[in-house]
């Protein structure tokens, strides 16, 4: 089921299903695992060139020759601009691995420090939300279902956490406090149905 706020297509599982994310069982593998890097914006790849300065020195060498090699940003085979991954080993050039093999992004660690452009790819940051843009001007707010996120959607049912709960902050960054609590207003509606 769909519910429109304001000019957002909005599917009720956001609203009704739990999420959590349970990074010391993944690991940050949704860095790793995909066919294809993190969606993006054009404003997006260009800030993560204009960014390199801030979080260059947290990047593994793999993923510096692949930013070298094939840009900030690439198109996938879907025609989408997406972040480049590292050959070798499938994972985003921005992310890197530490000895314990917890998985990382490298812009993330850069923001935290400088406080300044983007915190990393926002499809990233509303994961398991993707956002679907629409000709009509709509946005669509789907659920991802990835195997990878087990896990998290099981603490997130053990915490009682909804999946828009977890992501309030890159909820309202993109639309808004509003949009979030009208958010909140339908899940309590819809609970009392």
Known sequence: MVIEIGNCLVSTEILTEYFCCDYQKCKGCCCVVGD????????????????????ETYLAADGKAELTEQGFYVT?????????????????????????GFTFCCVERGF????????????????????????TG??????SREHLCSEAFALGRSKKIKVY??????????????FFEELCKAEKMMAEI
């Open 165 to 178: 709960q977890f992501l309030q902050k890159p909820i309202e960054a993109r639309f808004g406090k509003e």
């Open 138 to 143: 709509f946005t669509g707010l789907m659920l």
């Open 76 to 100: 996938d085979i879907d025609g989408d601009m997406v972040t480049p991954l590292v050959r070798s080993d499938g994972r985003c050039a921005y992310s890197v691995t530490d000895s314990k």
């Open 112 to 135: 935290e420090k400088f406080n300044r452009g983007i915190r990393k790819p926002f499809s990233c940051w509303i994961f398991p939300i993707r956002l679907k843009e629409f000709s």
């Open 36 to 55: 294809s890097g993190a969606p993006l914006s054009k404003a997006e790849g260009e800030s993560l060139q204009r960014q390199l300065p801030d979080y």
